[in-house]
């Protein structure tokens, strides 16, 4: 197997890194595979697609008409003189 080597690793951030290992009895580099194996493994989410959960929402119910709501024509836009 490979070895990694990350340089300049900001000091509070190793010390970070250290006491998590310290608190899962585990060595800094076994935390650091394993920080990396879970984040590697995680399945990736799918970005939400609004049209499709409301129609995943409302398959169930069947046919549904929805009634035409009637509209008036747009009125001028106020004049700011």
């Known amino acids: 197997m490979t070895g990694i ?4 690793l900001d000091d509070d951030f190793k010390a970070r890194l250290q006491k998590r ?3 899962r009895g585990r060595s800094l580099e ?3 595979k394993e920080i990396l194996r879970i984040a590697l493994t995680e399945k990736a989410e799918q970005p939400v697609n609004l049209a499709l ?3 995943r ?3 169930n119910f069947g046919d ?4 035409t ?3 008036e024509p747009m009125r ?3 004049k700011f003189e």
Do not use: G, L
């Open 5 to 8: 080597v990350i340089q300049n």
């Open 21 to 23: 290992a310290e608190e």
């Open 30 to 32: 076994e935390e650091a």
């Open 53 to 55: 959960a409301i129609e």
């Open 57 to 59: 929402r409302f398959a």
């Open 64 to 67: 549904i008409e929805i009634p």
């Open 69 to 71: 709501i009637p509209r």
């Open 76 to 78: 001028e836009p106020p």
